[in-house]
């Protein structure tokens, strides 16, 4: 079945610093790909998806391209601020033959310091 | 937009008793999806249902477990008996159609002591 790995936090880094969270799955056919992002207390938000093979999908500076040749859709910011300390989450999702339920990795979280 | 809502927000109840969320999704989006989250993990899908019919259940839903969407509108989720397993946090998503983004609402945090 669909499974998506990403790597184990927390990640902890300081203000300014270069993010990277690696993210690969296992899926049939052609999955679409997300990072999901929850803030203390708060609900899941979408933070970027990418739909097809070599789609980058961008959003408050973070980034992350779709390899399908890796299987992997790894999450990278250039400069971390305070305020991104939260839980990110690798997702994928079949339309065909999946309903397009979402699968999840385990997440991880990431502290950001001054 | 008043966003996907859920209620209640917390719930603890006793093993054995029988427990019942709601999940009012973004108004005349036609697929809703409940998830369960426990601690440290990702959420784990359990059902998704178009307009009022439940497309599919994930093997984790036992039994125990029941979902519906009587109008396409509102869902319920029921737990009966429940069990100290069952304590997590229950997702409800909602899409305008299953091409789109799934909006996740704050979820209910189910203990049971």
């Known amino acids: 079945g669909d499974s998506v790995t990403q790597m184990e936090g927390p990640v902890t880094l300081s203000e300014e610093a270069f993010l990277t969270i690696n993210c690969t799955y296992t899926?049939?056919?052609?999955?679409?790909l997300f990072w999901y992002v929850q803030y203390p207390g708060e609900g899941l938000q979408l933070l970027l998806k990418?739909?097809?093979?070599?789609d980058k999908g961008s959003n408050k500076g973070f980034e992350a391209t779709y390899r399908k040749e890796t299987t992997s859709f790894h999450l990278e910011k250039g400069s971390v601020q305070v305020s991104d300390s939260a839980v990110y989450f690798c997702?994928?999702?079949?339309?065909?033959?999946?309903?397009?339920?979402?699968?999840f990795g385990t997440g991880t979280q990431l502290k950001v310091e001054l | 937009d008043t966003g996907v809502s859920q209620n209640p927000r917390h719930k603890i109840t006793k093993r054995g008793q029988n427990v019942t969320f709601r999940c009012d999704p973004i108004?005349?989006?036609?697929?809703l999806y409940w998830y369960r989250q426990t601690l440290g993990q990702g959420p784990e899908f359990l059902t998704y249902?178009?307009?009022?019919?439940?497309?599919?259940k994930s093997r984790l839903l036992s039994d125990r477990f029941s979902a519906e969407r009587p109008k396409g509108s509102f869902s319920t989720l029921e737990i009966q008996r429940t069990e100290q397993g069952d304590s997590a946090m229950y997702l409800c998503?909602?899409?305008?159609?299953?091409?789109?983004?799934?909006?996740f609402g704050p979820g209910t945090r189910l203990t049971v002591t």
């Open positions: 249902f178009q307009n009022e019919a439940q497309l599919e």
């Open positions: 997702a994928l999702s079949r339309l065909t033959g999946g309903g397009n339920k979402l699968t």
């Open positions: 899926a049939t056919g052609y999955p679409s």
């Open positions: 108004s005349e989006h036609n697929r």
């Open positions: 998503a909602s899409s305008l159609d299953p091409r789109y983004e799934q909006y």
């Open positions: 990418a739909t097809k093979a070599d």
